[in-house]
């Protein structure tokens, strides 16, 4: 069974940096394309950034310039760099991993942006 353990949020003044991660466990990372989605209340899940397998990423345009995602195969970890942090960044940040007809999310993590 496939688990995504998300990790690194917290509390950021406008303007700083967080760096999330998520551990991927219980088959082989390297095959699956991995996002990172957020999610505030009243609001749907949006897509924030994207990697595929082969290491090909996408943005959503709100974030572009400022996050980074990356992969870590070695590692099974899938990162996102967020820089230049807005209050509108606050949300739960959820990791995602997907290959055909599979598709696992995380618990998310919280990350609020707030002076």
């Known amino acids: 069974q496939v688990q995504l353990v998300e990790s690194g949020g917290g509390l950021v003044q406008p303007g700083g940096s967080l760096r999330l991660s998520c551990v991927h466990s219980?088959?082989?990372?390297?095959?699956?394309?991995m996002g990172w989605y957020r999610q505030t209340p009243g609001k749907q899940r949006e897509l924030v950034a994207g990697?595929?397998?082969?290491?090909?990423?996408r943005y959503a345009g709100s974030v572009e310039g400022r996050f980074t995602i990356s992969r870590d195969n070695a590692k099974n970890t899938v990162y996102l760099e967020m820089n230049s942090l807005k209050s509108e960044d606050t949300a739960v940040y959820y990791c995602r991993a997907t290959r055909s007809a599979m598709d696992y999310w995380g618990k998310g993590t919280l990350v609020t942006v707030s002076s």
């Open positions: 990697i595929t397998r082969g290491g090909s990423t």
């Open positions: 219980g088959s082989i990372f390297s095959i699956y394309d």
